[in-house]
């Protein structure tokens, strides 16, 4: 069974370009997270989709940032404008449930460098 | 607010060595704690959760509600190890992970 799938893996952009991040989740997955590592911090929860609906977005930073799950199965994070602050690892987690005992299982990531 | 520390950036140790990677955090609520690693060229996997009290690749872990601790623990370290250890609590309300800044094992022959 594949598992949670990023694309692209390294994205480079300048200042005030937009950027489109995409996760496709385990399949069965109703539950999909992206979280972020900007250099040299933790990383930190950005929002939670449960099937189409955001059941958390108390982490995006701004509205630069916007999130999609149409369809309830693929997600993209679009950042507009990129600002230099952006650049770090996005990544993506997907679960079966959110309940107690279930593991969020996480893609590789994309690499984010803002110039 | 819910915080993870993890006050080491690097761990250094020499094969068949014992490993503490230490873990400590605030929560106001019930906490479900977990150890995430990532080794080199790999994606973030789950190493361990504390409602499982199990024992994984040799690692264990124990939450301390007293010392609202949960370090991670290996008797006898291998090369293989080395890696990058995330320490993190689950938000029982909203389902997000809280992570720590993790810390990098490495282990030498």
């Known amino acids: 069974e594949a598992g949670v799938t990023q694309f692209p893996s390294h994205s480079v952009i300048e200042k005030g370009q937009t950027v489109t991040l995409r996760c496709d989740p385990i399949?069965?997955?109703?539950?999909l997270y992206w979280y972020r590592r900007v250099m040299g911090k933790e990383i930190k929860f950005l929002l939670h989709?449960?099937?189409?609906?955001?059941?958390?977005e108390s982490g995006m930073p701004n509205n630069r940032f916007l999130a999609e799950r149409t369809g309830g199965t693929y997600s993209t994070l679009k950042v507009q404008p990129a600002e230099l602050e952006d650049s770090g690892v996005y990544f993506c987690?997907?679960?079966?449930?959110?309940?107690?005992?279930?593991?969020?299982?996480f893609g590789p990531g994309t690499r984010l460098t803002v110039t | 607010a819910q915080r993870v520390t993890q006050p080491e950036k690097l761990l250094s140790v020499f094969k068949g060595a014992p490993v503490e990677l230490k873990c400590n955090y605030s929560?106001?609520?019930?906490?479900?704690l977990f150890w995430y690693v990532q080794y080199s060229r790999q994606r973030l996997q789950l190493l361990l959760r504390?409602?499982s009290r199990e024992s994984i690749k040799g690692f264990t872990a124990d939450l301390n509600k007293g010392e609202t601790s949960f370090h991670l623990k290996k008797p006898f370290a291998q090369e293989e190890d080395s890696a990058m250890y995330y320490c993190?609590?689950?938000?029982?309300?909203?389902?997000?992970?809280?992570f720590g800044t993790g810390t990098r094992l490495l282990v030498s022959p």
């Open positions: 987690a997907s679960s079966q449930s959110s309940g107690r005992g279930y593991e969020q299982y």
């Open positions: 399949s069965g997955h109703d539950n």
């Open positions: 989709f449960v099937k189409e609906s955001k059941q958390d």
């Open positions: 929560y106001s609520g019930s906490p479900e």
């Open positions: 504390h409602i």
């Open positions: 993190a609590l689950r938000d029982t309300g909203f389902q997000k992970l809280v």
